[in-house]
């Protein structure tokens, strides 16, 4: 019984000896070189795996990075420009510093201007609420308030406001990774220059319904009034499908779109001191003043320059001037006597 016991281990190890050696010469004849400045790369990166660069993680980013060209479509938008100095000295290529980025909430439906309609009672998620019918509120367009986005975010940088119902974005923690930004299923989170000094122009709304619906449905939407549109001196506002959208490439910071807007859906973020309205408004009135008055006056000159063309057409040719006849008489000279 015992030497049956043996013979079976021995047998086990043996057989598992064989399979072993087998495989370590399968392995060496099929395996795959990499290059070893994958792994350097990989030690340099921030370790996060949120898909923020476009990659499956932070593996698959440095693979790319070591095959790739340039840098100049590969970004880690958690790492930053640190990082990626340290990743473009290893590989041996330069690098442009870029903007740091922020994610920003573009809905301020508030529980208070956005009254639910209805209650919902299924499972707590935005997306599965946003499949099964349009939302517990008038608005077809406004954020859910299941925190989607809030789980999705690796590092903290969101929570729900119990008051308002929103999402808020902590901006020191955000590391415009973009996770919430493809997690909200009403594409309600967008990633924006951070702008000088954290400074930005935001439209907080996303109601493509007409003005009066838009209103009826939060007392904070956009109604698609254009009047921003064409207060902006910087070409940076468009409207479209009845939404105002601020170009932040663009955007001077003037707020003088935030001073005209009568919504109230225009909001600047992180400016040290509150918008005098009345103020900006009597400088844009002042500034439209002068320009009208310049406009005049250069027409004015234009008129008293020019000579219309029709009335040259319509103004007979002079004649030339007549010469007066001269009549010479010419007197006989007088006869001499022989």
């Known amino acids: 019984m ?71 479509n590969i970004y880690c938008p958690v790492g930053g420009n640190d990082v990626m100095k340290k990743v473009a000295a290893i590989l041996g290529h330069e690098v442009k510093a870029k903007t740091p980025m922020v994610a920003v909430l573009r ?7 956005r009254p639910k309609t ?12 946003a499949n099964l019918y349009t939302g517990d509120t008038g608005c077809v367009f406004g954020c859910l308030g299941c925190g989607d986005c809030v789980s999705a975010c690796k590092f903290g940088a969101l929570s729900l406001d119990p008051v308002t119902g929103l999402p808020v974005i902590d901006e020191e923690k955000c590391t415009a990774c973009g996770a919430c ?4 299923p009403k594409n309600l989170i967008e990633l924006r220059n951070k702008g000088p000094r954290g400074m930005r122009m935001v439209v907080e709304c996303r109601n493509q319904d007409k003005g009066p619906a838009a209103k009826k449905a939060c007392a904070n939407a956009c109604i698609g ?12 506002i468009t409207l479209e499908n009845n939404i105002a959208y601020i170009d932040f490439n663009k955007c001077k910071l003037c707020r003088e779109c935030e001073a005209m807007c009568p919504a109230g859906a225009i909001h600047g973020i992180n400016f040290p001191k509150p918008l005098d309205k009345a103020a900006v408004k009597a400088r844009i009135a002042e ?14 000159a234009e008129d008293a320059v020019a000579v219309p063309a029709d009335a040259l057409a319509a103004k007979p040719a002079a004649k030339p001037a007549e010469v007066p006849k001269v009549e010479v008489k010419m007197e006989e000279a007088p006869k001499q006597s022989k």
């Not at 050696?21 to 340099?44: G, M, Q």
């Not at 930004?181 to 909200?184: D, G, Q």
Request: with cysteine; charged share 25%; glycine share 10%.
């Open 2 to 72: 015992m030497s049956t016991i043996m013979w079976t281990i021995a047998i086990i190890a043996g057989l598992g000896l064989v399979l072993a050696i087998v495989l370590y010469f399968i392995a060496e004849k099929f395996k795959v070189e990499e290059d070893p400045r994958i792994d350097d790369v990989e030690k340099t990166m921030p370790g996060a795996n949120c898909g923020g660069c476009g990659f499956a993680g932070c593996r698959a980013f440095s693979e790319a990075a070591v095959k790739a060209p340039n840098l100049d």
């Open 107 to 113: 809905c301020n439906g508030t529980c208070e201007v």
């Open 118 to 129: 209805n209650e919902y009672g299924g499972y707590s998620s935005c997306r599965v609420m």
């Open 287 to 300: 500034r439209n003043r002068k320009e009208k008055e310049a406009a005049a006056a250069a027409k004015a």
């Open 225 to 236: 009034c254009g009047i921003c549109v064409k207060t902006c001196r910087h070409d940076a």
């Open 181 to 184: 930004v493809s997690t909200c």
